[in-house]
């Protein structure tokens, strides 16, 4: 079973030039600078007006090991990975044989003209550029030797496709802040190879003819560029964020390096140089949350930033946060688990994790960014979120999202004032008296006050032991029931207050797909594919857990749903199986598992594992309703 | 603002707080636990000195010992946190509001077992607060295991004999770089009191090792925490007194000789009588060596053992603006739209 439809061909046969909608791989090795090359690239090819998307598939290494970079150009505007790559740049020996063999029939290959052993291939054209010899006229010497041959392939390129040398001055610029000089002499290299290339290689007729070119479009205009982890960061500090603590863990560690930077920049009196923050590099991620956590009970707006290890790590606090009742918000951008796992692979592998963190009773609320827009929204949401709840707020990006380039519409500045929930002041305290956890409203959100406050009734003991409304010790049985049933009506209050799902009815749809995060762009492109086959599919895209009541009516409206994530286990499908038990035959998991982003291509042969519940339950095989389509 | 009311007829303090004011609740823990003693002279210490109870914070892990500040400051907020992590919540409580002083209590298991790592970060970031560690070497709350603070070949009916060494609780604090290492015990007031003072007026953290015998599990009279041997056992260093700023026209005359005094980074005043010759708390190696000789001799020394206000806070490091990060109003925190918008137009 599958929303199946037969593969299109990965190259059909082309007539003539294609034009803005190929993927481009660079093969090199990790730590020789490439990043830059590669980022200049994008950014040129992002000002030319065409969209795209890079992403680095790099190794947990230093120096040495094999790192790819795909850059997707799409003049329809999909940004999802693309299986395929038809413009290969094999500028790492060690991967050559493999990375050759990965091209698609009619693809085209740059690599170093001094190698032996590059393979052959007579279905593809391959280029091979005296790399050694630009580096030699250089007079560069030791690391800067290789960090040059990476402005060889990016002169070699542009000339191959047609980007124009303008646009990568201006992309270094932009990457070396300005700073004319390092723009200079990287661009004398791309220039040297660029006329090289321009002089020995063809691009329109011979053995060198290709049909790969890229043109101007108007389609960026406006547009912003940058990693999810810098727009997260960025939100959070439009959210008013003033500690954040931290342990260093691939792919969170740039959240709190963009943090640091923009901290600096707005929240630091550059006369006097005092800070309104103030940032700890903790111990280990325990430490880190035993901190934010600290903070919150104080009032402070605090946040972490961590991947799957550093959460397994900060159980502890997350479950007396989640009892004692105080905000803290945890960015985790997952990687590939379990145990250390894949440190540099994508993956949506966290969320029944973070959702159920804490032994006892314990369910979190966790907001599921799936671009750009969304991490800066979240950045700040999140606090608000958390105190108006009194209660941890995961935030669950991914490697893909946080540590990749992406294009975004500019961020709209917060539509509201900070929501700083229920806290009592002294005179409030005076007026109406004080008990920390009483439910007055009937919302299971109670009242607190924060340490400092001079009321004499107004201080209480916070504690992860049973306690009765005033923050007293107590074993009383009902005293710990009437709590715990409070926490989960204060749960049900969250469903409420949480972004609630984005919803694409089609009609005529049997099908919907349910999915979250940066699965997104795949998934929409999947979409238009099945929907010119013949199968239209409607999309709900969660935000948040817990779920609201439009899910339950999304689910009830379909006759089948797919629930598209990044993980084996299928676990939001897990949860949503838990919260709609009447819809649960309904629900069939599609995960996608290799640490690898998704792809459209995926989405649209995935066969789903048999569903055991559905089989019980009698109900019709999904494979039922889609196989015609895929022409059985 | 409300007034507090003091129970009519009671002495008060310069606050008009009676010393009831400074109370908790009434203590679960045994009948002559020593930790109760300590909890007593807390809120003797925190009535001497004043103390606004909304300025103070409350903080412990988990264990017997962290049980204690349920049992005074009963106006002051608290936190009783997890086993061995109150250090990381102290740090981000006290960053958050850098007003607030803090007294935490931990146990022997609490900080040189499941803490000594947050313990020693602690001590390491220097953040502004009383660390008191009520050292019984033996875990109350689960009945008698060894800690890792028992005498090395020590013998418990519940736990056997302990094979291992024990961890030095002022020995792992000067070499964490806390500047004010103090050693004490329960069974004496008046000295646990002074020592007390001295810390609340510490520039970063101060470290009370305060030896605790627990009257159920260990207090037999091998055993170097129990009642008995500490009494006979202790030696001070040196009678302590401790001067508040406020008072410090009104400090005795004294003579060189037999007294030392150290002033603090607050202007407070710290006298040390002399009882050997000496000894100088500010000398971290004549320090080390005079713990592992005590340790060697199944001693123990009491009073300031260690003594540096040379390095900055943690809050004072964060050069953060004079008012409480938790206090910031939104005018403060939230850069504006035209921020924004210029961020924005630079990453086109």
Partial sequence: ?632 | MTEMTPARGARVNAIGLAQADYKGLPSTLCQGCGHNSIANQIVQVAYELNVRPHEMLKLSGIGCSSKSPAYFLGQSFGFNTLHGRMPSLATGALIANHAMRAIAVSGDGDTASIGLGQFKHLLRRNVRMVYVVENNGVYGLTKGQFSATADEGQELKYAGTNDFPPIDICMEAILAGCGFVARSFSGDAAQVRELMKAALSHRGTAVLDIISPCVAFNNDDSSTKSYSYGKEHEIPLHGIGFVPKEAEIEVEAYDPGEMRVVEMHDGSLIKLRKLETDYDPTDRLGAMHRLQWAQAQREFITGLVYYDDSRPSLAEASRMVDAPLASLGEGQVRPGREVLAELMSGLM
């Fill in chain 1, 1 to 632: 079973m599958g929303i199946g439809i037969a593969p299109a061909p990965a190259t059909p046969a082309r007539e003539g030039l294609i034009i803005n909608d190929f993927a481009i791989v660079v093969a090199t090795a990790n730590g020789t600078g490439s990043q830059t090359a590669n980022l200049a690239i994008l950014r040129a090819l992002f000002k030319m007006g065409i969209p795209v998307n890079g992403k680095n598939i790099f190794p947990s290494n230093i120096q040495g090991l094999p790192t790819w970079y795909h850059i997707r150009l799409s003049a329809d505007g999909y940004t999802g990975r693309r299986h395929t790559s038809e413009v290969l740049v094999a500028f790492n020996q060690a991967t050559l044989v493999q990375d050759v063999q990965t091209l698609p029939a009619g693809g085209i290959c740059l690599t170093n003209a001094d190698w032996r052993s590059v393979p052959q291939r007579d279905d593809i054209t391959t280029y091979a550029i005296p790399v050694n010899e630009f580096i030699r006229d250089s007079g560069m010497k030791g690391k800067l030797k290789d960090y040059l041959a990476n402005m060889v392939y990016v002169g070699a390129l542009a000339h191959l496709l047609d980007i124009p040398l303008e646009r990568l001055d201006e992309a270094l610029s932009f990457l070396f802040k300005g700073k004319r000089r390092t723009v200079d002499s990287n661009m004398a290299v791309v220039r040297a190879a660029y006329e090289w290339a321009a002089a020995n290689l063809s691009r329109d007729a011979g053995p060198s003819a290709h049909p790969y070119r890229v043109a101007p479009m108007d389609a960026t205009d406006g547009l912003i560029m940058m990693t999810g982890n810098e727009a997260a960061a960025l939100g959070a500090v439009f959210g008013g964020v003033t500690f954040a603590a931290w342990y260093p863990i691939t792919p969170s560690t740039s959240v709190i390096d963009a943090l640091n930077g923009y901290l600096e920049q707005l929240r630091r009196d550059p006369q006097t140089g005092e800070a309104t923050y103030a940032v700890v590099q903790a111990e280990d991620e325990l430490a880190a949350i035993g901190m934010i956590v600290g903070a919150g009970f104080a009032g402070a707006r605090a946040m972490t930033a961590t991947s799957g290890p550093g959460i397994s790590l900060m159980a502890e606090y997350v479950g007396l946060a989640y009892f004692a009742e105080v905000p803290a918000v945890i960015w985790d951008i997952q990687r590939v688990g379990p145990s250390t796992g894949l440190p540099t692979r994508t993956s949506q592998g966290d969320v029944l994790f973070t959702y159920y963190l804490g032994h006892g009773d314990t369910k979190n609320v966790i907001l599921l960014p799936a671009s750009l827009a969304e991490c800066f929204e979240y950045g700040y949401r999140a606090f608000d979120l958390a105190d108006t709840l009194q209660t941890p707020v995961f935030v669950l990006s991914d490697l893909d999202l946080g540590m990749n380039n992406w294009m975004s519409p500019p961020f709209d500045y917060p539509a509201e004032p900070l929501r700083r929930g229920k806290v009592l002041t002294a005179e409030d305290v005076a007026e109406r008296g004080f008990a920390r956890y009483k439910d007055i409203d009937g919302d299971g959100i109670t009242y607190r006050t924060l340490p400092g406050n001079p009321h004499p009734r107004a201080a209480y003991f916070g504690r992860g032991t049973g306690h009765n409304d005033a923050a007293v010790y107590s074993e009383r049985p009902e005293d710990w029931e009437s709590n715990m049933l409070r926490l989960a009506r204060k749960f049900d209050t969250a469903r409420g207050l949480v972004p609630g799902p984005v919803v694409e009815d089609v009609a005529g749809a049997e099908v919907g797909i349910i999915a979250y995060g940066t699965t997104e762009p795949a998934i929409r492109e999947a979409r238009d594919r099945l929907a010119a086959a013949g199968i239209p599919t409607s999309f709900l895209r969660l935000r948040a857990l817990p779920i609201n009541d439009e899910v339950a009516a999304f689910v009830a409206r379909h006759e089948r749903i797919y629930v598209v994530e990044l993980n084996r286990d299928g676990q939001l499908h897990t949860i949503l199986l838990s919260e709609l038990p009447a819809l649960a035959t309904r629900l069939v998991a599609l995960a996608h598992l290799d640490g690898m982003p998704l792809t459209a291509r995926w989405v649209v042969e995935a066969r789903g594992p048999p569903h055991p519940l559905a089989q019980r339950a009698g109900a019709p095989s999904p494979a039922g309703t889609l196989s015609r389509a895929r022409g059985r």
